[in-house]
């Protein structure tokens, strides 16, 4: 029975863990497209930055539904082009496969239910070695989470608290 188990244990991780692989940019939600803009777009501000980057491969969506609106988190890869940095938005830049330059991009945003972004928890691009590194990925976590708790509202805080002396009694 606990082997059993153990291989049902084993198989639903690795379906979890395949289905966070690689996601088709077009399954992104609106919010989660949004998201991948927002990092996309503060990324290209730097001036370090000389050529235009795409999306390689997204690589995780979160999209929470809570009562301060939606919490997006998006994981992607980018790439070089050989478009200047002011094209990033062209979609005639392609990726140039052969470069090994790639940056693990992360953005953590709540949207109100009207679409539009009320606050952003984090967004970093990273150099795709560095972004394995403990401190990096500690970081990441904590900041998003510290986003995505704030966002969260506790429901019936208040409601179920007993009155004083039991004065409510009937």
């Not at 692989?21 to 501000?45: N, Q």
């Not at 979609?91 to 693990?104: A, F, G, L, S």
């Not at 795709?128 to 401190?135: F, M, Q, V």
Request: contains cysteine.
């Amino acid at each position: 029975m606990k082997t059993t188990l153990r291989r049902w244990w084993w198989i639903s991780t690795f379906l979890v863990m395949a289905v966070m692989g690689d996601v088709p940019v077009d399954s992104l939600t609106d919010a989660g497209t949004e998201a991948v803009r927002l990092v996309r777009e503060d990324f290209h501000k730097d001036k370090n930055i000389k050529n235009a980057f795409q999306v390689s491969s997204i690589l995780t969506e979160v999209y929470e539904e809570n009562s301060g609106g939606t919490f997006v988190k998006v994981k992607f890869t980018m790439k070089p082009t050989s478009c200047q940095k002011h094209k990033w938005m062209s979609e005639d830049c392609t990726p140039i496969t052969t470069v090994k330059r790639t940056y693990d991009c992360i953005g953590c945003f709540q949207f109100n239910s009207s679409g539009n972004l009320l606050e952003t928890g984090y967004q970093k691009c990273v150099r795709r070695i560095h972004a394995k590194t403990a401190e990096v990925r500690k970081e990441r976590r904590k900041k998003c989470n510290k986003l995505k708790k704030k966002t969260r509202a506790v429901v019936g805080k208040y409601s179920f608290r007993s009155a004083p002396g039991g004065e409510y009694d009937n």
